[in-house]
């Protein structure tokens, strides 16, 4: 396991031309702060998230805790998650299997792993964030790859207005300037 890797996959990758092709800016891995008490991380009695402040870090007894997104669009407060379906259980793939040597184990495991990330899903929703989660499964074939360019489109157009074009308009103005021309 050590040799799979958790950043910079290609179906990361991928999507990040995705959002490149379609003019949006991004970051990539941003820690997101989330407060969780310590009995609440194992999800026993649900989640009591708030945000993180620096400030009051060292005066209250619960444990900071961060969410880190593959891809996050800071401006429309948009995470991403890129999973993998094996490593998060995409429930009706062909790539969501379980091994059958120590089945029990990596049930434990990957089962941990889809509670984790519906967890940190909520976390972000109260906090004010829209996480997306784009599977492994829908990066692999062009047809599936193009359906999830046009739902990313209506998703984030839907969001806020895409970044204007407006600026090409001001560049010719600038170079007739330059070339002595009036307008």
Known sequence: ???????????????????????????????IPVEMRSAERGMRNGPAIRRVRPSTLGSRPSTPHFITPDIVLMKLRIAIFV????????????????????????????NGNAMRDKLHQRALRELGWRPMVIWECETEKPEKLARLQTRLEQTLSATKKRPSSAVTPLRRVDKDRKAGKKS
């Open 1 to 31: 396991m050590s040799r799979i890797r958790g950043k910079d996959t290609t179906p990361e990758r991928i999507i990040r031309s995705v959002l490149r092709r379609l003019g949006y800016r991004f970051r990539l891995h941003v820690r």
């Open 83 to 110: 999973h993998g379906c094996f490593w998060h259980r995409h429930r009706g793939c062909k790539n969501c299997t379980t091994p059958t040597h120590r089945r029990a184990w990596w049930l434990a495991k990957l």
